[in-house]
Structures are given as structure tokens and as C-alpha cells.
């Protein structure tokens, strides 16, 4: 872990949403290509690095904030050490982000990453989108939890022989927020459970 450490308002240009980033970005318009150019090959190195002695455990997860955004971003791999807040929403508190983290990523790696499961869909959709709510209410980054979030749960799915989540209908709707406030203010991945459920295909 890095010894550098941030507070929230310093990740950010002033008065703007733009974090900081080593391409001296000032658009919103410029920062979102270069992210989604990032994310876009993330996706297909890590998609195509995934086999069945992958570990997705929490160093991999922490690697795809990392290895996804480190040339863009100097917070990239590390957990936060302020609270947030979205909405009405607490995630974890700072203090707890660490053993939270730890106690999530041990259940995952009881259920053996889920691949007992992997042939019952209904199931496999449940237990994955009670992980994914689980990883929404620790939001451990400054930013791009979300992205990252999907990121490794999609990582998850390929690895017990699903192909990537379709998430875009949720997203451009609104759903997935609501989903999100679900499990972050009640404990309940239940709206989650049914947008995972609508986009999760088998690879035949
Ligand atoms: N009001 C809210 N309550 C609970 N969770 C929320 C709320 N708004 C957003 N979220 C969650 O936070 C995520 C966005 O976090 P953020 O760090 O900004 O990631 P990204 O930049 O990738 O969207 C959303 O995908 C959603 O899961
Ligand atoms: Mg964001």
C-alpha cells in the first residue's frame, strides 16, 4: 500500500467533478473518453486473462482498479481513508473499509468464487448480486466503484462461464441507482438479483 494518502476534495480540480489526473484533463467530456477508453482495455486484457486457476480474490479485485487506471490517475489501487456519501446513501465507514473488505472477500472464497453454483442460473444470479450490493456498500475507492464493481463481478461471470452482464438498460434508467440505494441503506440485493438475472446469459 502506497504511503500516500488523500483527502476527498484534493482528488478532485477545484470546484469541478474532474479528478486530478496525470494528462493535466480539465473537460468532462475529454476525462470520460479517456476513462472508457481505459475501461474498454481492461476489459478485453482481463477478459481474455481469465482461466480456471484464476484467483478473484481481493488483491485481484484492488489489481483491476489499479492496473485499469494507474496511468491516468495517482488513487488508483488504493482504499480511501475518508467517509463518503451519496444521496442520502453512507458507504462503509473508513475505519471499518479494511476488515469489511476482508470479510467479504473470505465469504466469496468460502463459496469457492461461486462455481458450485454455477449451473442453477437463478442462484448463481443471487449470490452474485448479494456480492456485488456487498461490494457497493463498501465502496473503497475514491472513485470509479462502480465501474470497477461491475468490472470484477463481470470478471466472476466469465470465470464460472457466463458471458459479460448486460447492465444497460438499468443504467440508462435509473434501476441500478435505486438498486444500489437498496443495498447500501436496507442490506437488500433483491433489485439487483432481477437487473443480473435479465442480463445473464451461459456461453453455450
Ligand atoms: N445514492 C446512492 N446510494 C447508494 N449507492 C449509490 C448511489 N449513487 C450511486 N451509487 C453507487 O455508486 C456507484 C458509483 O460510484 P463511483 O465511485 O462514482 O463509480 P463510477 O464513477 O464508476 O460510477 C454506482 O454505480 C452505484 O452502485
Ligand atoms: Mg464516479
Given at each position: 500500500?502506497?504511503?500516500?494518502?488523500?483527502?476527498?476534495?484534493?482528488?478532485?480540480?477545484?470546484?469541478?467533478?474532474?479528478?486530478?489526473?496525470?494528462?493535466?484533463?480539465?473537460?468532462?467530456?475529454?476525462?470520460?473518453?479517456?476513462?472508457?477508453l481505459l475501461l474498454s482495455e481492461a476489459y478485453?486484457?482481463?477478459?481474455?486473462?481469465?482461466?480456471?486457476?484464476?484467483?478473484?480474490?481481493?488483491?485481484?479485485?484492488?489489481?483491476?482498479?489499479?492496473?485499469?487506471?494507474?496511468?491516468?490517475?495517482?488513487?488508483?489501487?488504493?482504499?480511501?481513508?475518508?467517509?463518503?456519501?451519496?444521496?442520502?446513501?453512507?458507504?462503509?465507514?473508513?475505519?471499518?473499509?479494511?476488515?469489511?473488505?476482508?470479510?467479504?472477500?473470505?465469504?466469496?472464497?468460502?463459496?469457492?468464487?461461486?462455481?458450485?453454483?454455477?449451473?442453477?442460473?437463478?442462484?448463481?444470479?443471487?449470490?452474485?448480486?448479494?456480492?456485488?450490493?456487498?461490494?457497493?456498500?463498501?465502496?473503497?475507492?475514491?472513485?470509479?466503484?462502480?465501474?470497477?464493481?461491475?468490472?470484477?463481478?463481470?470478471?466472476?461471470?466469465?470465470?464460472?462461464?457466463?458471458?459479460?452482464?448486460?447492465?444497460?438498460?438499468?443504467?440508462?434508467?435509473?434501476?441500478?441507482?435505486?438498486?444500489?440505494?437498496?443495498?447500501?441503506?436496507?442490506?437488500?440485493?433483491?433489485?439487483?438479483?432481477?437487473?443480473?438475472?435479465?442480463?445473464?446469459?451461459?456461453?453455450?
Amino acid at each position: 500500500m502506497s504511503k500516500y494518502r488523500f483527502s476527498h476534495s484534493s482528488i478532485y480540480i477545484d470546484g469541478t467533478d474532474i479528478p486530478k489526473n496525470n494528462l493535466n484533463i480539465n473537460s468532462s467530456e475529454e476525462i470520460h473518453e479517456v476513462e472508457n477508453l481505459l475501461l474498454s482495455e481492461a476489459y478485453e486484457k482481463f477478459s481474455n486473462q481469465i482461466n480456471s486457476a484464476s484467483l478473484l480474490d481481493e488483491t485481484y479485485f484492488i489489481n483491476l482498479h489499479k492496473k485499469t487506471f494507474e496511468s491516468l490517475y495517482n488513487f488508483s489501487g488504493l482504499y480511501r481513508d475518508v467517509n463518503m456519501s451519496k444521496g442520502e446513501s453512507q458507504f462503509c465507514l473508513a475505519q471499518y473499509l479494511h476488515t469489511e473488505s476482508k470479510r467479504i472477500f473470505k465469504e466469496l472464497e468460502d463459496e469457492n468464487y461461486l462455481a458450485d453454483i454455477k449451473d442453477d442460473k437463478a442462484l448463481f444470479a443471487k449470490r452474485l448480486a448479494y456480492y456485488q450490493g456487498e461490494l457497493i456498500a463498501l465502496h473503497p475507492f475514491y472513485e470509479l466503484n462502480g465501474r470497477v464493481t461491475r468490472l470484477f463481478c463481470d470478471m466472476l461471470a466469465l470465470f464460472n462461464g457466463y458471458k459479460l452482464i448486460d447492465y444497460s438498460h438499468a443504467i440508462d434508467n435509473g434501476a441500478y441507482i435505486e438498486a444500489s440505494i437498496e443495498c447500501v441503506q436496507y442490506a437488500d440485493s433483491s433489485g439487483l438479483e432481477e437487473i443480473i438475472s435479465k442480463g445473464l446469459f451461459k456461453y453455450e
